[in-house]
T-cell receptor, first 112, second 111 residues
Framework: ETGVTQTPRHLVMGMTNKKSLKCEQH?????MYWYKQSAKKPLELMFV???????ENNSVPSRFSPECPNSSHLFLHLHTLQPEDSALYLC???????????FGDGTRLSIL | QKEVEQNSGPLSVPEGAIASLNCTYS??????FFWYRQYSGKSPELIMF????GDKEDGRFTAQLNKASQYVSLLIRDSQPSDSATYLC???????????FGSGTRLLVRP
């Protein structure tokens, strides 16, 4: 098992669809993160969970809804997305919040 | 607005040379610094982290930190074509646990 696993790897959806991104970490880490990576822009932190409690919502629109049922799993629920939401969505985890982060392979999301 | 600045490149070096990648940051109180490598179409991969002033070496990679001048650099010795990638610098915000990422420097190692 790789350290941080994300599914699906690619997702194409219409603006009215509802879908979810999944992240699972097998590293025994306590903190998990969602990032958005758009072309030519720095990684943007979206959400942070520490011991499955949300500690950060970085002014993310409500059409993105995170869920962390336990320290190993993280979801990002998507609904009514906009074309500008097309990007690579990366999940990361760290042993302790603020420590070195390990990334999953990401989900490439395209909004039609 | 706390910032991390990197030259976007591309930085082109011949195979076997030393590649030097630089990063400056605005938050004077930052204590933790990270370098990630990202191949095209892939996710960032942690290469090194450094917390103290000076040099930290790991194989062909050396991270250098100068807190007084607010810069951190990554040296890659004996560069290989497989080192061609985008290198992301990340700095931990001193007042929180957030990592602030630069936009990355694209490195091209010519055979």
């Amino acid at each position: 098992e790789t350290g941080v696993t994300q599914t699906p790897r690619h997702l194409v959806m219409g603006m009215t669809n509802k879908k979810s991104l999944k992240c699972e970490q097998h590293l025994g880490h306590n903190a998990m993160y969602w990032y958005k990576q758009s072309a030519k822009k720095p990684l943007e932190l979206m959400f942070v969970y520490n011991f499955k409690e949300q500690t950060e919502n970085n002014s993310v629109p409500s059409r993105f809804s995170p869920e962390c049922p336990n320290s190993s799993h993280l979801f990002l629920h998507l609904h009514t997305l906009q074309p500008e939401d097309s990007a690579l969505y990366l999940c990361a985890s760290s042993q302790d919040i603020g420590g070195p982060q390990h990334f999953g392979d990401g989900t490439r999301l395209s909004i039609l | 607005q706390k910032e991390v600045e990197q030259n976007s490149g591309p930085l082109s070096v011949p195979e076997g040379a030393i590649a030097s990648l630089n990063c400056t940051y605005s938050d004077r109180g930052s204590q933790s610094f990270f370098w990630y490598r990202q191949y095209s179409g892939k996710s960032p991969e942690l290469i090194m982290f450094i917390y103290s002033n000076g040099d930290k070496e790991d194989g062909r990679f050396t991270a250098q930190l100068n807190k007084a001048s607010q810069y951190v650099s990554l040296l890659i010795r004996d560069s290989q074509p497989s080192d061609s990638a985008t290198y992301l610098c990340a700095v931990k915000d001193q007042s929180s646990y957030k990592l602030i990422f630069g936009s990355g420097t694209r490195l091209l190692v010519r055979p």
